[in-house]
């Protein structure tokens, strides 16, 4: 019996409820299963890209991190590489998917690196690895849409990050803004689709705050003073809207031009909002919260209107990565325990309609 509690699914009435379409967990070499889902992409082929580690493995110190491919009705690995020294944030962590999906960029070593997809073809460019300076294990990554240049934002405890444009044709890069004062902690992230637009989640000697930077011509920063941390960040896909996901577990969507809240969402768990996405077509957002123990933790929601349509559980210790597919047809989330569910984002929709 799948029960409706004022306008939204809730899971923990009786009776199953949607259900998710697959659920697999990521394995170490040798069969050990891995927690700490770091970042989460659809292929354009359909397959899910994952970075996880171990945080067992933190503890010690920098750890090596895993990346790979996965086919999301096995969980068989379609691909996968050992990211040196990549192991040592939670959430400030992104790779990129290239364009035409046969390969993943990802900084580890002082490199940009790429995994190809399917293992043996040939990964662009420099047989696999263009040495990058400045360039460190947890560094963003982001790709333009033809996959000809990446955007890079240097590790959060180098003096003053910068984004760097970097051209793999002609292998070299420029800085296109320094980020943050000298001491200032970089938390959340994201660059919109036409990379004219970077939003930055900061802790620093005022507190907290989002920087919001328009990159078109002379770069101009916009702050938002916020009493939490904006762990997670993602822009709309026309770039207009930011949304931030706060260490109190409530979201907010920003206009990214003048950083003004549009809408403000109560927590939705107890505990940090660590994930956020928008769909492809805008009209709806995905949030991942670290609630575990069969709470709800994947949360849909109406941007226009605020409206939480789903509630579901996704990880049994909490989510912390989320993503759409390029249709917008089917919702991946990873989270503590290694797990990576997806589900029919299509039937939620169509299930919130009827």
Known sequence: MTALCLGVWCLAAQGAGPKPLHTFSVKKAGGAAVTNVQWLAFTPGGAVAVRHADPRDLLAG????????????????????????????????????????????????????????????????????????????????????????????????????????????????????????????VKGRALDPRARRLAVGVRGDGGFRIDLWSLAGQPARVTVKTAFPADALAHSPDGKLVAAGFGDGSVVWYDAATGKPVRQLPPLGRFTAAAVAFHPGGKHLACGTFDGRGAANLFLIDVGSGEVLAKLTADPHGVSQVCFDATGDRLAAGGSSGAVTVWDAAALLKLRRD
């Open 62 to 185: 920098p750890a090596d991190a895993a990346l790979g491919a996965y086919d999301p009705a096995t969980g068989k690995a379609v691909a996968s590489a050992v990211v040196t020294g990549g192991g040592c944030t939670f959430r400030a962590v992104a790779c990129a998917v290239g364009p035409d999906g046969t390969w993943i960029a990802y900084a580890a070593d002082g490199h940009l690196k790429f995994l190809p997809l399917p293992p043996g073809k040939p990964a662009p460019p420099g047989d696999g690895a263009v040495k990058v300076p400045r360039l460190l294990g947890d560094s963003g990554v982001w790709l333009d849409p033809k996959g000809e240049t990446a955007f890079l934002l240097d590790r959060p405890d180098f003096e003053r990050p910068a984004l760097r444009e970097w051209d793999f044709g002609k292998q070299s890069g420029r800085d296109l803004v320094r980020v943050v004062d000298a001491g200032d902690e």
